[in-house]
């Protein structure tokens, strides 16, 4: 089936805007997580789901940052009154059990 | 806490020329180790995985072997290729997250010429 998809692809923001940013999971995995990429450095964790339950959001940098996954399926990371630090690829990974994380394509967050 | 230090690149080989990226690790008890590839415009791919000490993860000719005595989990392939041209990630899964969340090294950047 389909991969993990997320959009938009690339989002440009003027600081001070908010932003939201979508991941749909492939379908029937349980768990999901979010990480922050910036440029030439590895992915950092933001935050895990299981099902709804968001279990770990000890890599939020702020709390500006704020996500949700209501119905155990689609996940939306939030930035509000966003800075220019906040430019990254933000990625999305879902999983099934213990087996690996299946990563999407990112999102790439510009903020001027 | 826990981390992931993999040498820096970029890394540039001829073709069919022998490959090691290291990799060293920080963490307590036993985590799960990773090799991540990301080609060129794609996302993120798991390339190998190793979950116990002296473990070996293999893919597509890439190798590595979790070494507990020297925290170490390099990455190594005999005979790399044009379409090995990559960056390559180095990643654990700590106890202290509950083998859920994924923590990874810089990236290594290789560079294969024919």
């Known amino acids: 089936g389909a991969g993990v998809s997320q959009s938009p692809r690339y989002k440009v923001a003027k600081r001070g805007q908010d932003v939201a940013l979508r991941c749909d999971p492939i379908s029937g995995h349980v768990s999901l997580f979010w990480y922050q990429q910036a440029l030439g450095q590895g992915p950092e964790f933001l935050t895990y789901f299981q099902n709804e339950a968001q279990l770990d959001k000890s890599g939020l940098p702020s709390d500006r940052f704020f996500a949700e996954r209501p119905e155990g399926s689609v996940s939306t990371l939030k930035i509000q009154r966003t800075q220019q630090e906040d430019s990254a690829v933000y990625l999305c990974a879902s999983r099934q059990g213990v087996n690996e994380q299946f990563f999407g394509p990112g999102t790439r967050l510009t903020v001027l | 806490g826990d981390s992931v230090t993999q040498m820096e690149g970029p890394v540039t080989l001829s073709e069919e020329a022998f490959l090691t990226i290291n990799c060293t690790y920080t963490a307590t008890g036993y985590p799960s180790l990773f090799w991540y590839v990301q080609y060129p415009g794609e996302g993120l791919q798991l390339l190998l995985k190793a979950t116990k000490a002296d473990d070996k993860g293999s893919n597509k000719g890439f190798e590595a072997t979790y070494r507990k005595e020297t925290t170490s989990f390099h990455l190594e392939k005999g005979s790399v290729q044009v379409s090995d041209s990559a960056v390559y990630f180095c990643?654990?899964?700590?106890?202290?997250?509950?083998?859920?969340?994924?923590?990874f090294g810089a990236g290594t950047r290789l560079a294969v010429h024919p």
């Open positions: 990643a654990l899964s700590p106890l202290s997250g509950g083998y859920n969340k994924l923590i």
